[in-house]
Nanobody, 126 residues
Framework: QVELLESGGGLVQAGGSLRLSCAASGRTFNAMAWFRQAPGKEREFVAAFKRSGGITYHADSVKGRFTISRDDGENAVNLQMNSLRPEDTANYFC?????????????????????WGQGTQVTVSS
């Protein structure tokens, strides 16, 4: 059974840091990513890691503050979030894709991901 296990959410003050982790089991994925959804808003792309070549993508809104990286295992990624802002408050979802795309930017779209985690809440207080 394919499963994504997320951890690391919580409450932090503005300017603080959190680290999210996502471990996949059941199969190997070509890419893993983080998306987020705030109340009343659309789900948005945050960051992606493509296994082939170790390529990463980050949304403009988090560049320079968030970093996605592969964990020790093949099927695990972390999202290091620094300089957090109140507008980063959202439910963060891990996603994994079995599909291979030569064009790495394709992995910024939610439609390419097959498996989704349950989400972990991140709240940033001002």
């Amino acid at each position: 059974q394919v499963e994504l296990l997320e951890s690391g959410g919580g409450l932090v003050q503005a300017g603080g840091s959190l680290r999210l982790s996502c471990a996949a089991s059941g199969r190997t994925f070509n890419a893993m990513a983080w998306f987020r959804q705030a109340p009343g808003k659309e789900r948005e792309f945050v960051a992606a890691f493509k296994r082939s070549g170790g390529i990463t993508y980050h949304a403009d809104s988090v560049k320079g503050r968030f970093t996605i990286s592969r964990d020790d295992g093949e099927n695990a990624v972390n999202l290091q979030m620094n300089s957090l802002r109140p507008e980063d408050t959202a439910n963060y979802f891990c996603a994994a894709s079995t599909r291979y795309y030569y064009l790495s930017s394709r992995y910024t779209g939610a439609d390419v991901y097959d498996v989704w985690g349950q989400g972990t809440q991140v709240t940033v207080s001002s």
